[in-house]
């Protein structure tokens, strides 16, 4: 899953995405040690403010990077 998430973000941010739990607030440091963690989404300097907010481009990007993940996992060959 790690994988495939990189890849969705990289095809569409043209990113390679650092693999990290140690920023913010992140509850992926506590059961990092104990099976694979993907905690991905957006950040900013209002999270979990009153008065959250995020730019529109920033959830624009987010929604093509879920929608090529979903797209990605379920190409896969399971067998």
């Known amino acids: 899953m790690i994988e495939t998430l990189g890849g969705s973000i990289k095809a569409v941010t043209g990113r390679k995405p650092a693999l990290s739990t140690?920023?913010?607030?992140?509850?992926?440091?506590?059961?990092?040690?104990?099976?694979?963690?993907?905690?991905?989404?957006?950040?900013?300097?209002?999270?979990?403010?009153?008065?959250?907010?995020?730019?529109?481009?920033?959830?624009e990007t987010l929604t093509q990077i879920y929608l090529r993940f979903v797209e990605d996992w379920f190409a896969q060959d399971i067998s």
């Open 22 to 59: 140690s920023g913010g607030t992140s509850d992926a440091r506590f059961i990092k040690d104990y099976c694979p963690v993907v905690e991905f989404g957006l950040v900013g300097k209002t999270m979990h403010m009153v008065d959250e907010r995020v730019a529109i481009a920033d959830l």
